[in-house]
Every structure is written in structure tokens, then in C-alpha cells.
């Protein structure tokens, strides 16, 4: 796999006052955080997590704004996110962005990717998005490209050093099956590569194990989810409690060399009034099977 580019970091940042302006008109109170976790805390979480980057896709928190979200993700004793729109806007201006980032950071947050982004053949239109996560510092984009933007996004790829990751939606998708998302892949640029989602890939009848083996080099983010059926009408249990062989994925992600930067993302859509509790569960269930590894 090519070692990716350093990413430049925008340039103008705002200083504190503007920040705390931002945040406020963005609805984010930094006074309002609770204290967060110290660093001890969080050696002990990373030694738990067997190094794994694991965090939350922020749509688990769709419910909760911005600060919300930020307080459960630092209360989960997390530190990665993948933001959806609702919290981080591609749209954003660069103190809007800024504003977020320093909010993730005093609570210990890395934002690791962001989507899940619509690409089409408009190459102008996926500049922006590719301009948003350069602004943003972000190096996985989590996205559901249609079959005619791949030209323009190995262009875009290689111009930025950010990674394009497909995210298969399940039964009726484009990237149903694992085969949909080899073949979009096969003779593209190297960072063009796959967000496994594991629920939808069960929904599919697909071996979510099998998946990251078979896109060996190309799995560049996952959201992590466990289904209580393998149909295409069910719904998220606690990971490891449904069809989900846990441990048989984070060994894969270890056999193959998941990237130290990529974006393992805990995705729970049951519940959005109040999923912290199974969320807790989620995290509990992933430690267990990392032990075993």
C-alpha cells in the first residue's frame, strides 16, 4: 500500500475568541463539557483496543447536536469520530470547521473521516468535497460514488493523498455484494478503496470476514453494526450478539494490515432517543474480542 502524503493544514486559523464565536453561533458551548477523560484514561483505552482506531460514526448520535455528541463520544472513552453532515457540514466554512475541530480536540477526539459522501461525474462538485476534508484534516471519505465519478475521483485521489472509501448500503444497492465493491476497485488509484460495512453486508447474506480478506490493501474504514437477521428487513443489536463474528474481524483487520489512520467506526442505528447504554455494550462486547486475538 503507497504511504500516503502528509496532509497540509489550513492555513488562517482563527484565534480563540473567533472560535468561540463560531461554536456559539454553531450551537457549541465548550463551558458546557463535562470534564474528560485524563491521559491515563485514555492509555488504558487505546491498550484495551489492541491499537485498533476505533471511535463512533456520529449518525449513531443523529438525535444529540453537535455538542451532544461530542460529550457521549468522550463519555464512551473514544477517540476517533466519523462525522455525518449534521456535525460536520461539507459545506462549512473554514472557521465553522475550525470551531469543531477544537471542540474534538479539548474533549480528545480525532475526527478520522467523514460521509458517507455522494460522488457523480461532476468533477467540480467532488472537488469540494475533497477541498472540505483537506480544510478539515480529514483522511478517509466514507462515500457512495456512482459508476461514472471514478475517473474523476482517481484524478482527485492522487492530487490530494485523501482516501475514497465505498460504503456498500445493503440488499438492493449498488455495492451489494463484496464482488460490486472488487470491481469498482480493480485498476483504480490506490486510495481508492472500501468502508465495510459489516450490518449491511449480514443484510446481504455476505461475510463481513470474508469481505476485508477479499479487499485485502483496499479496506480503508468500516462501520462496524451486528444485525438480529441476515435479511434485508432487520435491525442493529449489540455487536458479537448477532451474526457478527467479531473476533474473526479484528483478526482480519490485523492479518491484513488495516492502516494506523484508517476509521473503524461503531455504528448503532437502533435506538437514536437513547443508545448510549448498548453503545457501552457495543464497546464492551469489541474489547472482549480483541482480547482474544
Do not use: W
Not at 76 to 100: Q, R, T
Not at 141 to 149: F, G, K, L
Amino acid at each position: 500500500m503507497n504511504e500516503l502524503k502528509d496532509i497540509p493544514r489550513p492555513t488562517g486559523l482563527v484565534n480563540r475568541r473567533n472560535a468561540l464565536a463560531v461554536a456559539a453561533s454553531l450551537g457549541v458551548t465548550f463551558c458546557e463539557l463535562p470534564s474528560f477523560l485524563n491521559a491515563k484514561d485514555s492509555i488504558n483505552q487505546e491498550d484495551s483496543l489492541g491499537g485498533f482506531p476505533l471511535g463512533v460514526q456520529s449518525y449513531s448520535l443523529r438525535n444529540f447536536d453537535l455538542n451532544e455528541a461530542v460529550r457521549h463520544i468522550n463519555g464512551l472513552g473514544l477517540h476517533f469520530v466519523e462525522f455525518y453532515s449534521k456535525h460536520m457540514d461539507p459545506a462549512a466554512s473554514l472557521e465553522e470547521i475550525n470551531a469543531v475541530k477544537a471542540l474534538c480536540k479539548k474533549a480528545d477526539i480525532t475526527v478520522n473521516a467523514h460521509g458517507v459522501s455522494k460522488f457523480t461525474k461532476d468533477h467540480d462538485a467532488n472537488r469540494k468535497v475533497f477541498e472540505f476534508a483537506k480544510r478539515a484534516g480529514i483522511r478517509n471519505i466514507t462515500a457512495n460514488p456512482e459508476a461514472d465519478s471514478f475517473d474523476s475521483l482517481d484524478k482527485l485521489c492522487a492530487e490530494y493523498s485523501i482516501r475514497v472509501c465505498i460504503h456498500n448500503h445493503g440488499p438492493g444497492a449498488i455495492y451489494d455484494k463484496i464482488g460490486d465493491v472488487s470491481r469498482a476497485v480493480k485498476g483504480r488509484h490506490p486510495l481508492i478503496g472500501a468502508c465495510v460495512d459489516t450490518g449491511h453486508f449480514i443484510r446481504s447474506k455476505e461475510d463481513p470476514v470474508k469481505a476485508v480478506h477479499q479487499l485485502k490493501g483496499r479496506v480503508f474504514a468500516l462501520h462496524v453494526k451486528d444485525e438480529e437477521k441476515r435479511e434485508k428487513r432487520s435491525r442493529n443489536v449489540v455487536i458479537g450478539t448477532g451474526h457478527l463474528d467479531l473476533v474473526g474481524l479484528f483478526q482480519a483487520l490485523r492479518d491484513t494490515k488495516f492502516p494506523a489512520d484508517g476509521s473503524v467506526s461503531l455504528e448503532y442505528e437502533a435506538n437514536p432517543n437513547n443508545p448510549i447504554e448498548d453503545m457501552q455494550q457495543c464497546i464492551v462486547q469489541a474489547k472482549k474480542a480483541i482480547a482474544k486475538l
